[in-house]
């Protein structure tokens, strides 16, 4: 599947509903290993599907203060 770069600045509305790792690491300016940290210690909430580990967006949104534009 084929998905688009995801920066700092891509504008919240416009991510999926649900993240990788990767791609919320990419949001925060993050490493893949400092974004796992940062579930492990439940500062992001996080879905697990399966073996799977999704970021939702509003676990962004909650993350950056609010909805974002």
Known sequence: MASATITRRTPLAELPELLTIDEAAAWLRLGRN???????????????????????????EELAGGPQS
């Open 34 to 60: 400092g974004a796992y940290e940062l579930v492990r210690r439940g500062e992001i909430k996080s879905v697990r599907l399966g073996r799977l580990l999704r970021v939702p967006r509003a676990a962004l």
